[in-house]
């Protein structure tokens, strides 16, 4: 049997010749069987149009037991066959017939009346299970596939495909024939490629990647052929350039470059696609470095630090999430984009650490980093479930707690002011009872003790800050009580029985700490075991004074009601912070009281308080209160962001007439107790006020007798800078009725204390006291008391730190006095200068005698020897030494010159033990070299400012005196204040800009960012002026410039995206006014409402929304009472005033 039909007529001699070829036959394929199938299938195409056929009548027979419905689906469907059959056939059906090759070969033959048999029905079987051979191996099946109705054609794996290459046709002339094919695709416009922005995601991959060397390699040279000059390389353009035998038309001479031919040709060279250097490379890098990481964590799986770093690794690995983080979008869908890019990177971080605590459980780091990632994919119920959690499996852990109170009081929508106090009262009880060891589950960890004082005071800050003073210093007055007045009898108790045993007598209704009358808790329980309490007499004084402050609480009715709000709500809060206390001599009692919130309820501090027992602890709460209070500490750490909310850090101006001494009392940020005022509220408070100052004398009068004293004189000294503050103050404001009434109380004061016997030899309080005098004019007063006390204790010489503290400031004092009097510091013969002989005596010891007129030479070289003798001892033994610095420095200064003075400051500040500046913002001591090395800095600038003050000076020594400074010392606001008012007599911004980027991004502490948006606003002050008045741009100092407020905005964006800027209120309300001041008064209120989210607490927030939005008035106060703010004056009682 031939496989091929068409061949089926050839001779059978043929075909037996080629019997090598038997595998080409099929011995079951009938040609004859063929023929008639195809016949019967080309009758059927020819009678498709009839409607009588015979099969169809079958069909319909077949079809009648089936229902109508399907009936009717197969009607149409064969309908829709038919048209389609006819629109491809055409209307003639003769000119569709197939013509097979095979037609052309055969005769015709008479019709086969034989007709195959096959099986109507049956299986489908295997050809190897035939059994015979001869039988049919057809079969028909006559039920239908229901896939082909469910998806209308057949599988696509059924139906063979092909694939096109190009267009054109083999054999057609391309000019004048052409096919068009019906799945052409059609021609796509080109879409040229945007330049692509600095922000975008490939440029900053370009921006992280190695950078290139450009430089060209030198060829080896022979060391035999040493030539006097230095080859230059080929130019690389003409290395692969053959030489030219003969000039063109354009260069007949061929002197040209290829680029130059081809541009006096008319032509330009092909552009090709350079690709971008970097790209493949730092792919490659981050691969690598990923790599890297893994193969380490596998090794070595509980390294901590390491998942930490590869944690922190997906921000480089993540190219364009990085831009999405920290730069402006470029478009509007670019913001989607971002999130969704930051949400997948939070993820990823999220996977990695999971997969860390797998290895690592007990890791409270990684349990940190967390939280710290799930803040912004969970919901806050979840996230506050899981903190509760990890409190629990860990209560002893102090930084754990500080993380839990931080997040507690930072969430807007689950923050109020009574759940944040129940926070901080639950995790003090709860130290206090691991510190106790009354909690066997949980040892205490080192350092508990300070930390629980550390939290104490963070909790009294934030009751300050939401208006709670009274609860704040409720607090202070019960632990002071707790802890200096203790009996005898509870001593051996744990805090929760000390506590109760404490409640009796709060409740009590006893004068407490502060209070006049008051003695104690001890001397009230000695009195109730003997059987009472006898309360002596009071006399009533001052009762109608404070009857008058209360009645004129509205000055002027005609102002805008917010306004009239804004002035009692604040005068109210500068005489309200006391407690109220029913007054037992005029019967009152608790229902005597106008505001209940005035009264502070035992279970409002009890669960608060803790234990202190050592001598140092004891005194860092005195000092603490006393900042409460408002009185300066020189040896205070810095603040952390949350606390600060005064607007006074940044407005220090340096007094022209003092510039040594100018700097000795820096402020800290952080506003007084009763001081809460709006950001631009002109009244400076002096002090607090009659009534706060008659609180202050009686608690140092009380506390002082009962420490150590080393700590007597601390705190005396204290308590007589806080004086001298105050008449420091109304010098400044130039209220003459201000400043005597403040130097008739600094004197009484200053004198009381010098009387006391442990001060009569306290050099450091005769130094506050003889700078008082000489502050007020009394300069010839003020030499004689610095004169008896170097006679009294000028003879321990240059080992006694205080010592060379007095000296200091009595020679700097000299040196302000000299230079007011119009006479040159630098001119001036040092041997008849009394600051050279103050500071020469100091180098020889002895006894002190007065000024005579003249130092002798001799005396002035012996000085300088000691001086350097005692700087090498001080710098082995580790001891003080920043006034013995401050002391050489000024003499060098005075006797040889200013250059001398720097090299001894120089010297000096490389030579001091390098401390941690930005470790301080926990609210724990600083490094005590980091306060020596501050002090070293600030004298140092302070006498270059002097110098260049007074004489010629190139101002870049004092700037690099500085930036060296600032870098060591970001936190320090002294040495800002300096830096911006030496970049101020520059036009060029662009130094100052830089480095207070670098020293912004290089450490944690929001200073940095506050002096940077401080140094811009003032330059934008300065165009201001300069458009306003319509003066030539070289009227002021500054040139006009373009953009600083969109500068201004984004440095403001960039603080409030760091962890410390997110939640500091003085960040928020600077932002906020800047913008309203700007005329943006839409987007500050946005900013307003976003400050609400990171700072919830800070009543003065709404305070300068009500200054900067007074239409909302009533919807901020209403804020302040659904978060359970202190509000002390309700609008509706402020209408009352105004009509009565």
Wanted: hydrophobic content about 35%; overall charge neutral.
């Amino acid at each position: 049997m031939a496989l091929f039909p068409a061949f089926s007529g050839a001779p059978d001699s043929q075909r037996a010749q080629g019997t090598e070829l038997e595998w080409l036959n099929n011995q079951s394929f009938r040609a004859d069987a063929a023929q008639s199938v195809h016949q019967r299938a080309a009758e059927k195409d020819t009678t498709t149009s009839s409607p009588a056929s015979p099969q169809r009548a079958e069909e319909q027979e077949d079809g009648r037991s089936v229902g109508s419905k399907r009936k009717k689906k197969k009607e149409k469907k064969k309908k829709r066959k038919k048209q389609k059959k006819r629109s491809r056939g055409g209307s003639d059906g003769s000119g569709s017939d197939t013509v097979y090759p095979s037609d052309l070969l055969t005769q015709p033959e008479p019709p086969i009346t034989e007709r195959v048999e096959c099986v109507s029905e049956g299986k489908f079987v295997w050809l190897d299970d035939l059994q015979n051979l001869s039988d049919p191996p057809f079969c028909i099946d006559r039920r239908s596939d229901p896939n082909n109705w469910q998806y209308k054609s057949l599988y696509r794996a059924d139906i063979a495909r092909y694939r096109r290459r190009g267009g054109a046709v083999l054999g057609l002339d391309g000019r004048t024939q052409a096919v068009l094919w019906d799945d052409a695709p059609q021609d796509k416009k080109r879409v040229e490629r945007k330049p692509e922005r600095y922000f975008h995601s490939s440029i900053q991959q370009l921006l992280r990647s190695e950078p290139i060397t450009a430089l060209p390699t030198a060829p080896p040279t022979d060391p035999a052929d040493s030539a006097p000059f230095l080859p230059l390389p080929p130019c690389p353009e003409l290395q692969d350039v053959p030489a030219r035998a003969g000039g063109t038309q354009v260069d007949p001479l061929g002197v040209y470059d290829p680029g130059t031919a081809l541009y006096l040709e008319g032509r330009g060279r092909p552009k090709t696609e350079e690709p971008r250097p970097g790209g493949a490379d730092s792919a490659a890098l981050l691969t690598a470095r990923t790599e890297e990481f893994n193969r380490n964590l596998r090794q070595n799986p509980t390294h901590i630090q390491l998942w930490l770093d590869f944690i922190r690794f997906q921000d480089e690995v993540s190219g364009g999430c990085g831009a999405a983080l920290g730069a402006v979008p470029g478009a509007e869908g670019d913001g989607e984009r971002g999130r969704l890019t930051v949400r997948a990177l939070l993820e990823r971080k999220l996977a990695i650490v999971e997969r860390a605590l797998e290895v690592n459980p007990g890791s409270m780091e990684l349990k940190l980093v967390k939280l710290a990632l799930c803040q912004e994919l969970w919901d806050p119920p979840a996230l506050l479930k899981e903190w509760k959690k990890l409190v629990f499996l860990h209560p002893n852990s102090s930084t754990l707690w500080r993380r839990f109170l931080l997040f507690t009081q930072t969430h807007f929508s689950s923050f109020s002011t009574s759940r944040v106090s129940a926070a901080y009262a639950k995790c003090l009880s709860t130290l206090s009872a691991v510190q106790d060891g009354t909690m066997l589950s949980h040892p205490p960890l080192p350092g508990t003790e300070e930390e629980l004082l550390e939290i104490f005071l963070l909790q009294c800050h934030f009751l300050r800050q939401a208006g709670q003073s009274e609860k704040a210093l409720s607090l202070f007055q019960a632990l002071l009580d707790f802890t200096f007045y203790k009996p005898d009898t509870v001593t051996h108790l744990n805090t929760r029985q000390q506590v109760e045993f404490f409640e009796p007598f709060w409740d009590s209704g006893e004068p407490r700490v502060g209070e006049r009358g008051g003695r104690g808790w001890r001397a009230w329980m000695l009195q109730q075991e003997r059987g009472g309490w006898v309360v002596p007499p009071e006399t009533e004084d001052d009762d109608d004074d404070d009857e008058d402050q209360d009645e004129c609480e509205i000055r002027d009715k005609s102002e805008p009601k917010w306004r009239i709000w804004l002035d009692v709500e604040t005068s109210r809060e500068a005489k309200h912070w006391l407690p109220w206390r029913p007054d037992k001599s005029k019967g009152q009692s608790e229902e005597d009281c106008e505001d209940p919130d005035r009264q502070v309820l035992f279970d409002d501090i009890g669960p608060s308080l803790i234990r202190v027992e050592s001598a140092s602890l004891k005194l860092r709460l005195l000092l603490a209160f006393l900042r409460f209070l408002g009185l300066p500490d020189p040896s205070a750490p810095p603040p952390s962001s949350t606390l600060l909310d005064d607007s006074a850090l940044l407005d220090l101006s340096l007094d022209s007439e003092r510039p040594l001494t100018s700097c000795h009392l820096p402020l800290t940020g952080i506003s007084a107790v009763g001081h809460m005022t709006h950001l631009s509220d002109v009244r400076k408070h002096v002090g607090l006020c009659k009534e706060g100052e008659e609180f202050l004398g009686n608690v140092l009068e009380r506390v002082l007798p009962l420490v150590r004293a080393p700590d007597r004189t601390v705190l005396s000294l204290c308590w007589l800078q806080y004086e001298k503050l105050k008449v420091l103050r109304c010098v400044y404001s130039s209220s003459s009725k201000r400043l005597r009434v403040a130097v008739r109380r600094g004197k009484r004061v200053g004198k009381r204390l010098l009387k006391l016997p442990e001060n009569r030899s306290s050099l450091s309080l005769w130094r506050e006291y003889a700078h008082l005098q000489w502050i007020v004019g009394n300069v010839e007063e003020g030499r004689r008391v610095f004169d008896t006390a170097l006679a009294v204790g000028g003879a321990s010489g240059l080992q006694d730190h205080t010592l060379c503290e007095l000296c200091l400031l009595y020679a700097q004092l000299e040196v302000e006095q000299a230079c007011m009097g119009g006479a040159k510091a630098s001119v001036a013969p040092p041997t008849g200068s009394r600051a050279v002989y103050v500071l020469s005596r100091l180098a020889e010891g002895g006894g002190y005698s007065g000024f005579s007129g003249q130092v002798s030479p001799v005396s002035v070289l012996k000085a300088r020897k000691a001086y350097e003798n005692a700087l090498s001892a001080a710098a082995e033994g580790g001891t003080p030494r920043s006034a013995l610095i401050g002391c050489f420095g000024l003499f060098q200064y005075l006797t040889v010159g200013i250059d001398a003075a720097d090299a001894v400051f120089t010297e000096a500040r490389e030579r001091l033990t390098p401390g941690t500046a930005t470790a301080t913002a926990t609210g724990t001591e600083p490094d005590p070299s980091l306060r020596e090395r501050e002090a070293v800095c600030v004298l140092h600038v302070a006498l270059l400012r002097l110098h260049s003050s007074t004489s010629a000076f190139p101002l870049s020594r004092l700037r690099m005196a500085l930036t060296d400074a600032l870098r060591l010392l970001p936190c320090s606001a002294t040495l800002w204040h300096f830096y911006l008012l030496t970049e101020s007599r520059y036009h060029s911004a662009g130094r100052a800009r830089r480095f207070f980027h670098t020293v912004a991004r290089g450490n944690q502490t929001i200073i940095p960012h506050l002096f940077s948006i401080t140094a811009e606003q003032r330059r934008k002050q300065h165009l201001d002026s300069v458009i306003r008045l319509g003066l030539p741009a070289d009227a002021l100092p500054v040139i006009p410039e373009t953009g600083l407020s969109n500068r201004i905005r984004s440095l403001f964006e960039v603080a409030v995206a760091t962890e410390e800027g997110a939640h500091c209120p003085l960040l928020w309300r600077m932002y906020m006014n800047f913008m309203v001041c700007n005329g943006d008064t839409e987007r500050g209120r946005g900013i307003f409402y976003k400050a609400l989210q990171n700072v919830p607490w800070a009543k003065c927030v709404y305070m300068d929304a009500v200054r900067l939005f007074p239409d909302r008035v009533q919807e901020f106060l209403d804020l302040l009472v659904e978060k359970e703010l202190r509000l002390r004056a309700p609008m509706e009682e402020v209408e009352i005033l105004l009509e009565e």
